[in-house]
């Protein structure tokens, strides 16, 4: 009986999907050329397209300085993304897994909500908020990263 087990497990792994490397075709890199030097510097890219699946890196919300309310922040990383899924072939609508990333997340989390319901609707996807004391980009006040799945 374990012989055959192994044996299905095998013939399991063999059908499983194959691992495909990247094509530059499938690696989204940023429009603006400010920010496709900086990209390129540090080696990073908007996002990247594996099978069905798209990964987005984590984009940033920074406050202008003088700044009373954090909703135009918000407003503006959520704009990157959805240009950025645009740009992908999927939607905030196929978007599985959000995570995001928060300098001071008690403070933070009813306005950044306000600004993130406009954009994610029901059935919502997976969501993480977690608290950072500092992001890569020392001026931001969050990163928001997300996950999304093309539709057959």
């Known amino acids: 009986m ?7 497990a095998i013939a399991a792994i ?11 075709k499938d690696v989204i890199m ?10 390129n510097a540090v080696g990073f890219a ?8 798209v990964y987005l890196s984590g984009v940033v919300a920074v406050p202008a300085p003088d ?13 990157r993304i959805e240009k950025t899924l645009e740009r992908a072939g999927v939607s905030w609508d196929d978007v599985v897994d959000m995570t995001t990333f928060h300098t001071d997340l008690a403070n933070q989390i009813n306005e950044f909500s306000e600004v993130k319901n406009r954009y994610v609707k029901a059935p919502f ?3 993480t908020a977690i608290g950072n004391a500092i992001l890569f980009e020392p ?5 928001i990263k997300v996950v999304a799945r093309k539709s057959n």
């Not at 374990?2 to 299905?8: G, P, T, V, Y």
């Not at 908007?46 to 699946?53: E, H, L, R, S, T």
């Not at 001026?139 to 990163?143: D, W």
């Open 139 to 143: 001026t931001a006040v969050v990163e």
């Open 14 to 24: 063999g059908f499983a999907s194959p691992v495909v490397a990247k094509n530059a």
């Open 46 to 53: 908007d996002a990247v397209i594996a099978g069905d699946m």
């Open 67 to 79: 700044a009373t309310s954090m909703k135009p922040a918000y407003e503006e990383a959520f704009g």
């Open 2 to 8: 374990k012989k055959s087990r192994l044996a299905l």
């Open 125 to 127: 996807p997976a969501w």
């Open 30 to 39: 940023p429009e603006s050329p400010q920010a496709l030097a900086f990209q």
